[in-house]
Structures are given as C-alpha cells and as structure tokens.
C-alpha cells in the first residue's frame, strides 16, 4: 500500500493547506488506497528521513520501498493511473502536465509570498512596505489565469490533475478576497473543491492532527 508522510501537529492556521493534502486529494480521485506515517515535530530533521526528503517536508510517497518526493512529482506519479486526474491522448497529458506546472511556478510563489508576508511577517516595517505590491503582484498573476477561466468551467475540457493542483495553490490566500473575491475564480475554486474527493481527503487530514500543541508550542 503507498504510505504518504505528513505532519502530527501544524498551528491552526496551517491545517487544511499542508501539502499532503494534495496527494490526498489526487489519491481519493484515483482510487488508490494510502495510509500516512505521522512526523512529529524534529522527525523531519532525523538523518533517516533527510535522505528520503532532503529538506525534510512533507509529502514523500513510498511504494514498494521506493520513496518520492515533491508534490507536483507524485502528483503527476498518481495522476498516470487515472483516467479522472489525466486524459488518455497524448496532447490532454501535456496540457494537463503543463497546468501542474504553471500553479506550481506561474502562481504558486507570489500568492504564498502574499499569504507569508500576513501571516508570520505583517508587524515588520520591510512587510508592511513591501505588501502592496506584493498583493499587486499575486492580483497580476491571478488576473491572467481568470482570464483564461472566463467561460470555462475547468482549465481543459474537463477537470484533471491541473486543476486539482491549481485549486490547491487558489486556497493558500484565503485570508484574503483575492481568490473568492473574484467572479471567475471564485466559483472555479468551489467547483473543484466541492468534489467529493476533495472532501474526503481534507476531512483526512484533519484526522490525522494531533488536536494538543507539542510542549514547546504549547501556551501557557
């Protein structure tokens, strides 16, 4: 059975958005039954698991004693078994791989540079000089992928592994309304997450978190 690894414990503001979510989610779509190996806080840093994950994060996927890592490469990994997450000709599988990509480089960093400067770093002088344009920035990118949406229900003809990947990068700036705000990519994030695998898997990684903060991040 594939074992994927994610996190024991996150801070409340990071659950649902950790990245095993998204093999998950494409797990779910395809079928393909998992089950996790739960890092607590520092197992990320055991020389065990750096030489499997070199920077220690989450996911890597094993199967059959061989370790992945990277979201977008098990993705694309999961995705070649289902026909649900990639089409069987040719050109759809480009298409699809070259949207994994695209949320992956083209979106991903400049909503999570927004989405970081509000969340760990809002108080500094440097963020609050540098938001606006930050945000000006992630509107930019967002503005062409609405324009590509307009009129489209999914960004090929029907939803595959591109999408799953881009509504998972759409979700990182919820915080804000750049995303829901939108008239186009609002309702294309609620289409691909109102899917029931999407459900199945984020209610999974709720599941899995340990509801208690680690002694260090406990509170007094």
Same mark, same amino acid.
């Given at each position: 059975?594939?074992?994927?690894?994610?996190?024991?414990?996150?801070?409340?503001?990071?659950?649902?958005?950790?990245?095993?979510?998204?093999?998950?989610?494409?797990?779910?779509?395809?079928?393909?039954?998992?089950?996790?190996?739960?890092?607590?806080?520092?197992?990320?840093?055991?020389?065990?698991?750096?030489?499997?994950?070199?920077?220690?994060?989450?996911?890597?996927?094993?199967?059959?004693?061989?370790?992945?890592?990277?979201?977008?490469?098990?993705?694309?990994?999961?995705?070649?078994?289902?026909? +649900? $997450?990639? &089409?069987?000709?040719? %050109?759809?599988? =480009? #298409?699809?791989?070259?949207?994994?990509?695209?949320?992956?480089?083209?979106?991903?960093?400049?909503?999570?540079?927004?989405?970081?400067?509000?969340?760990?770093?809002?108080?500094?002088?440097?963020?609050?000089?540098?938001?606006?344009?930050?945000?000006?920035?992630?509107?930019?990118?967002?503005?062409?992928?609405?324009?590509?949406?307009?009129?489209?229900?999914?960004?090929?003809?029907?939803?595959?592994?591109?999408?799953?990947?881009?509504?998972?990068?759409?979700?990182?700036?919820?915080?804000?309304?750049?995303?829901?705000?939108?008239? +186009? $990519?609002? &309702?294309?994030?609620? %289409?691909?997450? =109102? #899917?029931?695998?999407?459900?199945?898997?984020?209610?999974?990684?709720?599941?899995?978190?340990?509801?208690?903060?680690?002694?260090?991040?406990?509170?007094?």
């Amino acid at each position: 059975m594939i074992t994927i690894t994610a996190f024991q414990w996150v801070p409340p503001f990071a659950r649902g958005q950790v990245r095993d979510l998204r093999i998950r989610w494409a797990l779910e779509e395809a079928g393909i039954p998992y089950q996790t190996k739960l890092l607590a806080i520092g197992d990320g840093d055991a020389p065990d698991y750096r030489a499997i994950q070199p920077w220690g994060q989450v996911p890597a996927m094993e199967e059959d004693g061989e370790w992945l890592f990277e979201s977008g490469a098990i993705l694309l990994r999961i995705a070649e078994r289902s026909e +649900v $997450l990639c &089409p069987k000709d040719d %050109r759809g599988r =480009a #298409r699809m791989i070259q949207w994994v990509f695209a949320a992956l480089n083209s979106v991903e960093p400049h909503v999570q540079a927004l989405a970081s400067i509000d969340l760990f770093y809002k108080d500094e002088d440097w963020a609050k000089a540098r938001r606006s344009g930050a945000e000006a920035f992630a509107r930019m990118k967002l503005a062409s992928l609405a324009r590509r949406l307009k009129g489209r229900d999914y960004l090929e003809d029907g939803f595959t592994a591109g999408d799953l990947m881009m509504a998972t990068v759409l979700r990182i700036p919820e915080n804000t309304d750049l995303v829901t705000g939108d008239p +186009v $990519l609002g &309702p294309y994030l609620e %289409r691909c997450t =109102a #899917r029931p695998a999407f459900k199945r898997a984020l209610d999974a990684q709720f599941a899995d978190f340990t509801a208690e903060p680690p002694p260090q991040f406990a509170t007094a």
